[in-house]
T-cell receptor
Framework: GAVVSQHPSWVICKSGTSVKIECRSLDFQATTMFWYRQFPKQSLMLMATSNEGSKATYEQGVEKDKFLINHASLTLSTLTVTSAHPEDSSFYIC??????????????FGPGTRLTVL | TQLLEQSPQFLSIQEGENLTVYCNSSSVFSSLQWYRQEPGEGPVLLVTVVTGGEVKKLKRLTFQFGDARKDSSLHITAAQPGDTGLYLCAANSGYALNFGKGTSLLVTP
C-alpha cells in the first residue's frame, strides 16, 4: 500500500525553540497534504491544508505565523512549529492525498510525530 | 463543518464479547470512512462506505451505512485483545477529513 513517512517520529525541545517536521509520500505524488494535531485522548483536528507550490490554508484558530507550512514538491511537506511552548506539545499527523492512477483522491496518513516542549 | 458524534466514547470489554460503535450526524454524507488508531501511530483506514444501506465486512468487523447516509455503525464480533485501539469515523470536508471524537476500545483477555 501507499506509504507516508514522517520525520522525526518524536522530538523533545526547549521552550522558545523551533521544530521542523517532515512529511513525505514515498511511492506516490500528493496533490495535497494535510496537517492534523491530536491531543491525548482526543481526536484528530485539522490544522491546515497545503498544496504543492502554493500557500497553505489554515483552519480557524490556527496561527499561520506559528505553524509554518512549506510544500516544496509533490512528495514533501514540512511543518515548522516556531517558538514552541509547552502548550504546543501534541501528536502531529500528516496525510497525503494521492494524485493520478487508482489511488487518486485517496488519503494516506503518516505515523505521526510526538512533540514535547519542555 | 459536519459534526460527527461517536458513541460510546469509551468501551472496555472482555475477549469474546461483541460490540457496536456508532457514528451519527445531522448531515448527509457522500461517503464515510472508519479508521483504527493505535497509541503513538497514525490512523489506518479500515473501510469506506458510499451507498446508503451498504454493509461491508472485514473479517470480524461489520460496517453499515445508514439508508439516509447520515449515520454508520461498526460491529465487532468476538472481540480480541488485538482489536484494542481508537476507532474513528470520518467524512470529507472538502478534500480534508473531519473526524469524530472516536471510541476508545479496550479488550482484555
Amino acid at each position: 500500500g501507499a506509504v507516508v513517512s514522517q520525520h522525526p517520529s518524536w522530538v523533545i525541545c526547549k521552550s522558545g525553540t523551533s521544530v521542523k517536521i517532515e512529511c513525505r509520500s514515498l511511492d506516490f505524488q500528493a496533490t495535497t497534504m494535510f496537517w492534523y494535531r491530536q491531543f491525548p485522548k482526543q481526536s484528530l483536528m485539522l490544522m491546515a491544508t497545503s498544496n504543492e507550490g502554493s500557500k497553505a490554508t489554515y483552519e480557524q484558530g490556527v496561527e499561520k505565523d506559528k505553524f509554518l507550512i512549506n510544500h516544496a514538491s509533490l512528495t514533501l511537506s514540512t511543518l515548522t512549529v516556531t517558538s514552541a511552548h509547552p502548550e504546543d506539545s501534541s501528536f502531529y499527523i500528516c496525510s497525503a492525498r494521492a494524485r493520478g492512477g487508482a489511488r487518486t483522491d485517496t488519503q494516506y496518513f503518516g505515523p505521526g510525530t510526538r512533540l514535547t516542549v519542555l | 463543518t459536519q459534526l460527527l458524534e461517536q458513541s460510546p466514547q469509551f468501551l472496555s470489554i472482555q475477549e469474546g464479547e461483541n460490540l457496536t460503535v456508532y457514528c451519527n450526524s445531522s448531515s448527509v454524507f457522500s461517503s464515510l470512512q472508519w479508521y483504527r488508531q493505535e497509541p503513538g501511530e497514525g490512523p489506518v483506514l479500515l473501510v469506506t462506505v458510499v451507498t446508503g444501506g451498504e454493509v461491508k465486512k472485514l473479517k470480524r468487523l461489520t460496517f453499515q451505512f445508514g439508508d439516509a447516509r447520515k449515520d454508520s455503525s461498526l460491529h465487532i464480533t468476538a472481540a480480541q485483545p488485538g482489536d484494542t485501539g481508537l476507532y474513528l469515523c470520518a467524512a470529507n470536508s472538502g478534500y480534508a477529513l473531519n473526524f469524530g471524537k472516536g471510541t476508545s476500545l479496550l479488550v482484555t483477555p
